[in-house]
Nanobody
Framework: QVQLVESGGGLVQAGGSLRLSCAASGSIFSMNAMGWYRQAPGKQRELVATITSGGRTNYADSVKGRFTISRDNAKNTVYLQMNSLKPEDTAVYYC??????????????WGQGTQVTVSS
């Protein structure tokens, strides 16, 4: 079993910054692709950013140039640095990781979500 624990959400004014973290623990053999999604009230969950095991990144157009995804493989942790935040960034942010477990199965896991609220 693998657990993902997110941290770093909160309330910030427009133009401010937050850094989200998501640490994985448990029966991990290797961490593969990792990413962040978000879901605003009344909307579908949407992709924010992903990063491969080799460090290749992909971003939603709405966050390009403002958000940066990174990972620390030694800590099994993925980060999302969010700068120049806008009220429309307000959402619950979820991390997700594709993990090869110690029994060599490959599974997708999700964090519990962390609230990010940007005031205008």
């Amino acid at each position: 079993q693998v657990q993902l624990v997110e941290s770093g959400g909160g309330l910030v004014q427009a133009g401010g910054s937050l850094r989200l973290s998501c640490a994985a623990s448990g029966s991990i053999f290797s961490m593969n692709a990792m990413g962040w999604y978000r879901q605003a009230p009344g909307k579908q969950r949407e992709l924010v950013a992903t990063i491969t095991s080799g460090g290749r990144t992909n971003y939603a157009d709405s966050v390009k140039g403002r958000f940066t995804i990174s990972r620390d493989n030694a800590k099994n942790t993925v980060y999302l640095q969010m700068n120049s935040l806008k009220p429309e960034d307000t959402a619950v942010y979820y991390c997700t990781c594709r993990v090869t477990t110690t029994n060599l199965g490959e599974y997708d896991y999700w964090g519990q979500g962390t609230q990010v609220t940007v005031s205008s």
